[in-house]
């Protein structure tokens, strides 16, 4: 291996500004905000802080991905604060589990997780600022109240503006137990409030991860063995270093860093690159492999989630059995902002700035990388562009530690499109094996599914007792329909390709399985798909209200235009409901358009239902993509694809009319930027099947 | 080889390699990082900025081939009809990652300039070259018939 320009010798050949070169400082994540004003704020917890000049400040612990946390949060908080929501201002939080608890950003729990302790934040406040005016007043507290921003004695008239009560507020002590709002009493929580990203996002200003610049800073990209669990073998950067711009060349965990000027030189120079790779021994590997080895290990033991009654003695018995294969890919996530990160080691320190779903595993990966604790590592977290589940992982975030302090100056490393399609975590492949027994009645008296899928835990060396990742069965062992007879097992079957969270995990498979099947079994029963299941959902009252309401608005059982066929499917995930009604129409040349998707959903409250519904339509588009065509596959050992040309997702004109309706409630939160995509993929599948007059089993669609 | 640019009004002067994609010139050489790269084939839109008012992909434009025509950024749309888009794209809420956003802008603000009340296949030709993963679609339509309608109200 050749040696790369030490860091001493980058170091003297100088870190900053090549010919042209113009180097703006754009910092994105500012520091605490301070005070106009001199007298003190009044920050009671870590969540908010008012100014004496009355400007609230709420911290988001969560990252915001477009899922809306930076606007449904602060609502939470601002809404037991009773504040003036148009003074309110946002800050991200910088990554620390010691002062911001979990901010891990994933299985849609930002709200429902936050839910009681960002009250309880607002609540603090509020109780503080009664306290204090009620002091300065010398009445009693409870004689009392608050109103957008001010506390109101009525008896006296008198007034007084949070701000001009912080000073005295924040001598006082914090109350543990402060008293939240009657839900009935919420005037900001169940509106539909503007976001508060939303002008930053259409003039240009947004800080995602890969604008950020810090003075000095260099752009890396890295050459990575196409081969999964391939490594270098050796490499020349004599070539490389020649292209004009290019900084250095140095190995990294994850292949060869190019450091340069600019991206496109580092990318100019990464093309020059002489590499050549140790493939490792999974170099042969293909997708029709896999798919066999699915089919073999479907045959063989099986791990059981979920036994109710006798399954085969009520198959063995049943007047009609039906049995059904399921299958569906590898996904890659493809999020438009490509992975990258930000790093700057030097002794001693290690600031990261980064598109992340998981900041303290961010801090974690850095600090081992640095040399440091974690705590030690300041990790700014940007605006994601997308997350989906790939920014829970923290592979780009090593890339640009590891190149930093390879080099001594800050980097920023960015993956290509390619880079990103072909060294994804994807969403495992998986093969399903269903089967049902019907009475002489047409009665659902057995189920049974297997799911053979690689365990994304157990790929990681989770120990799983039994041979069960209770994460891979999930949506096939919660079946909620009620059935005498039933049996939920699963077969690991783990692969050298690399998996990982994808936006509503393994529900997006177990639900196309779970509700193409029953519809097969509404047909064999001569029974509607929407009766069918409403039968069999008496005990899960929030599955069955969706299904309800999502008949009601999709005008199930009335008539269509000729040529157009509607289909259905109802799934449960991260502690939500939602049914999905898909309106389908057949080109002349056979494909697929789907022209209408009506949604419902039981979230709970809905802390900000017009951010409900954006999360729909999100997990619907997402959803639809892999349905029709969402496929990553496999040769030698590498993916096949890798740009927007032969990963096609869904684009303006093939996107339906979705509407989206919410089950009012009034009990807690619970999950939307994931519930609204398993049942996209089923729903469009029955509804293509009743066009094809021929079942579809395989996803995606447009095979 | 030193390239003369004007770029949302401003005069520029930048040393790079002519092959250099516009795109980079705008993001790396000088912090106008409104301009996203999302593919680099010209297969997501999401680079898209006006060469004298036409909607151009700024990773398939070298800097040498830019010329003399003036390059237009997210950053410099307000100044023109872009304000309106803008708006419109305020009032219907429309980004949520964002990050496809200024290119959906720029191309939508290039149609309009061209077709001041585009046809919905108009509508559907221009904007589907462009890629959302989030699911703004459905919002950028009505935000580009609400433009067209002539303001954010």
């Known amino acids: ?703 | 080889m030193s390239f003369s640019l004007t770029i949302n009004g401003k005069s520029y002067t930048v040393d790079a390699h002519p092959d250099t994609p516009l795109l980079w010139v705008l993001r790396d050489y000088l912090n106008l990082t409104g301009t996203k790269y999302g593919c680099g084939q010209g297969l997501c839109g999401s680079c898209t900025v006006h060469l004298d008012g036409e909607s151009a992909r700024s990773c398939q434009t070298s800097v040498a081939a830019v010329g003399g025509r003036k390059v237009t950024t997210i950053e410099g749309l307000a100044a023109t009809l872009g304000h309106r888009v803008q708006q419109a794209w305020i009032a219907e809420q429309v980004p949520q990652c964002g990050y496809c956003q200024s290119g959906q802008i720029m191309e939508a603000a290039a149609l309009l300039a061209k077709h001041a009340k585009p046809t919905p296949q108009q509508v559907g030709e221009a904007m589907s070259g462009l890629i959302c993963r989030c699911g703004s679609y459905q919002a950028i339509r009505l935000a580009i018939a609400r433009a067209a309608a002539g303001g954010a109200q």
Request: proline share 7%; net charge positive; charged share 20%.
């Open chain 1, 1 to 703: 291996m050749r040696t790369e320009l030490t860091r001493r010798e980058f170091l003297r050949s100088g870190a900053v500004g090549g010919a042209g070169l113009v180097i703006a400082f754009y910092l994105p994540a500012k520091a605490e905000p301070k005070s106009r004003g001199t007298k003190p704020s009044f920050q009671p917890n870590a969540w908010l802080q008012i100014d004496p000049e009355d400007n609230v400040t709420i911290w988001v612990g969560k990252s915001e991905m477009g899922q809306g946390v930076r606007t449904s949060l602060p609502m939470i908080v601002a809404e037991e604060l009773d504040a003036d929501w148009t003074r309110v201002r946002i800050e991200p939080a910088l990554a620390d589990t010691q002062k911001y608890g979990n901010q891990l950003t994933g299985g849609s729990t930002s709200v429902r997780t936050s839910w009681e302790r960002l009250r309880k934040a607002g609540a603090q406040a509020r109780a503080m600022l009664i306290a204090a005016a009620a002091q300065n007043w010398g009445v009693a507290p409870d004689s009392c109240r608050t109103e957008n921003g001010s506390v109101i004695h009525e008896l006296s008239g008198r007034r007084a503006r949070y701000g001009s009560l912080a000073e005295a507020a924040a001598k006082l002590p914090v109350p543990e137990k402060p008293p939240l709002k009657n839900p009935r009493d919420f005037r900001i929580i169940g509106q539909s409030l503007p976001r508060l990203d939303i002008p930053e996002k259409v003039d240009g200003s947004a800080g995602f991860g890969i604008d950020v610049r810090v003075p000095g800073m260099l752009f890396g990209v890295v050459a990575r063995c196409p081969v999964f669990g391939g490594k270098v073998a050796r490499f020349d950067a004599t070539r490389a270093k020649a292209v004009k711009g290019v900084r250095a060349v140095a190995p990294i965990s994850s292949g060869v860093a190019v450091i340069a000027d600019s991206t496109w030189a580092a990318m100019e120079g990464r093309k020059a690159l002489d590499v050549t790779w140790n493939e490792g021994p999974h170099a042969a590997l293909t997708s029709a492999e896999i798919s066999r080895r699915f089919a073999r290990l479907a045959a063989g033991p099986a791990a059981v989630a979920r036994e109710e009654g006798d399954a085969e003695a009520a198959l063995k018995r049943a007047a009609r059995k039906l049995e059904a294969v399921y299958e569906v890919p590898y996904l890659a996530h493809a999020t438009m902002e490509p992975m990258n990160a930000t790093a700057y080691v030097r002794p001693g320190s290690c600031e990261v700035w980064a598109p992340t779903q998981f900041p303290s595993m961010a801090q974690q990966v850095a600090g081992k990388i640095a040399g440091l604790p974690p705590e030690k590592v300041t990790v700014h977290i940007t605006l994601l562009g997308g997350g989906f589940g790939r920014r829970a992982e923290a592979d780009y975030v090593a890339d640009a530690v590891e190149t930093s302090k390879a080099v001594g100056a800050p980097v920023q490393v960015l993956w290509t499109r390619e880079d990103d399609m072909q060294h994804d975590v994807y969403r495992p492949a998986s093969y399903h094996v269903l089967r049902a027994g019907l009475d002489a009645d047409g009665r659902l008296i057995a189920w049974t599914h297997r799911v053979v899928a690689p365990s994304i835990g157990g790929q990681r060396g989770e120990k799983l007792e039994g041979g069960l990742d209770t994460s891979a069965v999930d949506g096939a062992a919660d079946l909620p329909y009620a059935i005498p007879n039933l049996r939920v097992d699963y077969v690991m079957a783990n692969t050298a390709v690399p998996t990982g969270y994808w936006r509503s995990v393994y529900a997006s498979q177990t639900a196309f399985a779970n509700e193409c099947f029953l519809d097969e079994i509404a047909a064999a029963a001569g029974k509607d798909p929407v009766e069918l299941r409403r039968a069999l959902l008496n005990k899960a009252p929030h599955h069955k209200a969706v299904l309800e309401l999502v008949a009601e608005k999709s005008g199930w059982g009335q008539a269509l235009p000729a040529g157009r066929f509607r289909g259905l499917a109802v799934h449960g995930s991260f502690h939500s409901c939602v049914a999905e009604v898909a309106e389908v129409s057949l080109a002349k040349d056979g494909t697929p358009q789907v022209h209408r998707v009506v949604c419902a959903i039981d979230c709970g409250l809905p802390v900000n239902p017009a951010g409900v519904a954006s999360q729909m339509q999100s997990g619907i588009v997402y959803g639809l993509s892999a349905a029709l065509r969402g496929k990553i596959t496999i040769d030698k050992g590498r993916v096949q694809q890798s740009n927007f040309d032969d990963y096609q997702v869904l684009r303006f004109n093939e996107m339906p009319q979705v509407e989206v309706h919410i089950v009012p409630s009034s009990e807690a939160p619970t999950g939307t930027g994931e519930p609204g995509l398993p049942p996209i993929a089923p729903a469009v599948a029955n509804a293509v099947s009743a066009a094809r007059g021929q079942r579809v089993r395989k996803l995606p669609i447009l095979a």
